[in-house]
């Protein structure tokens, strides 16, 4: 018991700190096109994998948002969304972090590009959220 509680403190300290993907990942390309097909691949796995957390617009007021320690990303922010690349999104849900699982041990590789994919329309393009 006393090993879990200090887990999850771990956890909650964790979630709390900057999150900056190594200049590598940053800079990687997504090697999958946006196609529709990809894009229905990447609902798939956002609705078995994301929305618990994120919702089911992808504004980070899923179901279990209350029983986390920090808010989930919101994917509808436009501003925040155009300052993240493509390979920044699948390293991060590649190598997880505190309550966010490691995605890269329940889905390929091609399935999460199709998820990055998939999380790039879910922002309005830059400028236009604010109309």
């Known amino acids: 018991m006393l090993a879990t509680l200090l887990l999850a403190a771990g956890a909650a300290a964790e979630d709390h700190k900057p999150w900056p993907a190594p200049s590598g990942a940053k800079e ?3 090697p999958v096109e946006s196609t ?12 078995m994998l994301c929305l618990i957390c994120h919702g089911e617009k992808g ?13 989930p990303s919101d994917f509808t922010d436009a501003k925040r969304m155009s300052a993240m690349t ?30 990055v994919n ?4 879910l922002a309005p393009p830059a400028g236009k959220s604010d109309q």
């Not at 529709?36 to 609705?47: D, F, H, K, Q, W």
């Open 28 to 30: 990687r390309k997504n």
């Open 36 to 47: 529709a097909a990809s894009l229905r691949e990447g609902a798939r796995s956002y609705r």
């Open 118 to 121: 998939y999380l790039r329309t």
């Open 59 to 71: 504004d980070g007021n899923g179901p279990w948002r209350d029983k986390m320690t920090t808010d």
């Open 86 to 115: 493509d390979g920044e999104l699948f390293w991060r849900m590649s190598k997880g972090r505190g309550v966010m699982p490691r995605f890269e041990k329940q889905s390929n590789e091609r399935q999460r590009w199709n998820l």
